[in-house]
């Protein structure tokens, strides 16, 4: 079943705040896409152009690392 994109971002979201602080910067988006990809692969159903760059985008606001 295909999720609406409010829903996918939820998720993502959700599973990237499950993640220890420390494991929330910049630098922690493509191991995180690597799980993502592994273990909840359907999240990444629906999306248009790279879903990295889609992620990191997402992600982006959230990282403990910002500016």
Known sequence: MKKSTANRDKELLSLW???PIEQRT???VM???S???KN???LFNG???DPYQYL???LR???HDKP
């Open 26 to 28: 910049s630098n922690d």
């Open 35 to 37: 799980y993502i990809q």
């Open 56 to 58: 990191n985008g997402l």
């Open 17 to 19: 705040r499950e993640r």
């Open 31 to 33: 191991s995180f896409y």
């Open 47 to 49: 999306i248009h152009g």
């Open 61 to 63: 606001q959230h990282f």
């Open 40 to 42: 909840c692969p359907d």
